[in-house]
């Protein structure tokens, strides 16, 4: 089956010939020039949102590693029945392991330095079903955590604040005190260090002490667990099991999700994500709307074609549609040259950024500095379909004046002078 003249016509003249292109080469570098712009532009959104993306994905794999998916709490101090509520929670298919936990803030001290922290008394038995924090030791291991004796494992950072490595002593000052005769005395009691973790974030590695949860309950004098932490089987899906947990539960227990307790920066992070994608959108806008002088410019040389196919019969119509096609065609190889462009960087960053690293001699992400020590990236397809269509749409919106003003060319006068 023959393709409609129309169409021939408008690929005719977005390949031209050999002759074409010598008698109208700055056209073509313009149109050139604006495929380019228009691949230039996707590839950037597409790089910059995967960069933004991996950077997410990183940061919130290195908070799940010590935190858990959701936290069921009491209300009301101890939760004695955690077995109870961690059967209940079971129940629901999505949950895959609980384990008790007790949260409290208290300070460690050692010679002249103190440090606040939270404090957070764990089973070591069940810890490492419910988080990662057992594969990010270096030092020690939380079976060294046993119930009386007083172990602790610190944050690297908190560690090294304190100036203690492993089998050290530290002291810790609960914030209740005891009443004597004298006043209320601090509560002290000191701990050994038995092992070290390191996250990757540098809040929970300057700020959290692991204890084994009996002496927790001992030291801050709770009759049980404060809480359970669970694991689902899909962390996205968090926030609806912490829900339907809610809703079953009994009442007095608060049960909260990952993306709760981090709000504020999952929200900061989002809205980054979205002035991005809108200022990098503005790039593709300009790259598509050179197509508008690129095409004013084609209708204006090609005055006596469209005179000539009007004569022929050819409608308004018709002759606007030929140069829809021609910029259509343009905004499309550009579009998919851009996100080959982008998905090929964004695939491979662990290699283009090490190497650019090592030809100008500088480290654009100090590990002292930043969290990540590499630039991590992770395209995801519902950010690039949309980078997809917009820059389409944009191309064929770029098209309609030109194509609208060539339907409007009147034959007799562009025939006069020929």
Do not use: C
């Amino acid at each position: 089956m023959s393709l409609p003249y129309e169409l021939r016509i408008g690929l005719r003249y977005t390949r031209a010939g050999r002759r074409a292109r010598r008698r109208n080469g700055f056209i073509s570098f313009i149109s050139a020039i604006s495929m380019t712009g228009i691949a230039l532009g996707v590839a950037a959104l597409i790089i910059v949102l995967s960069v933004m993306n991996g950077f997410q994905k990183e940061v919130r794999d290195k908070m799940l590693s010590v935190l858990s998916h959701i936290e069921v709490a009491s209300m009301n101090g101890a939760l004695t029945d955690w077995r109870q509520v961690a059967e209940m929670a079971r129940a629901n298919p999505e949950v895959l392991a609980a384990a008790p936990f007790v949260n409290a803030q208290a300070m460690f001290a050692r010679e002249n330095m103190v440090r606040g922290a939270l404090v957070r008394g764990i089973e070591p038995e069940f810890e490492p079903a419910v988080s990662d924090i057992a594969k990010r030791l270096p030092a020690g291991k939380l079976t060294d955590l046993v119930d009386g004796g007083f172990g602790v494992v610190l944050g690297y950072e908190l560690a090294r604040s304190l100036g203690v490595m492993v089998g050290e002593k530290v002291t810790l000052i609960a914030p209740q005190g005891n009443v004597t005769p004298a006043g209320v005395v601090p509560r002290l009691r000191q701990f050994t260090v038995v092992g070290l973790f390191e996250s990757g974030h540098f809040e929970y590695d300057s700020s959290l002490a692991l204890i084994h949860v009996g002496d927790a309950q001992r030291l801050f004098r709770v009759e049980g667990p404060t809480g359970v932490r669970l694991k689902v089987r899909d962390m996205q899906r968090a926030p609806q099991v912490a829900a339907d947990l809610a809703a079953v539960l009994p009442q007095g227990l608060l049960v909260r999700d990952w993306s709760r307790e981090n709000r504020t920066w999952f929200a900061a992070v989002q809205t980054e994500k979205r002035m991005m994608f809108i200022i990098l959108t503005l790039i593709v806008a300009v790259a598509a709307f050179n197509l508008v002088s690129t095409l004013v410019m084609t209708v204006t040389e090609k005055q006596s074609d469209i005179a000539i196919l009007r004569t022929l019969g050819a409608s308004p119509v018709s002759v606007m549609f030929v140069f829809i096609v021609q910029g259509a065609l343009i905004g499309v190889i550009g579009t998919l040259a851009g996100v080959g462009l982008g998905l090929l960087v964004a695939n491979n960053l662990d290699i283009i950024v090490p190497a650019i690293e090592a030809v100008v001699g500088v480290q654009f992400l100090p590990k002292d500095i930043y969290f990540i020590s590499s630039l991590p990236s992770d395209p995801r397809a519902s950010d690039i379909v949309p980078i997809t269509i917009i820059s389409l749409v944009l191309a064929l919106v770029a098209t309609l004046y030109p194509s609208w003003r060539a339907s409007r060319t009147r034959p007799a006068e562009a025939l006069r002078y020929d």
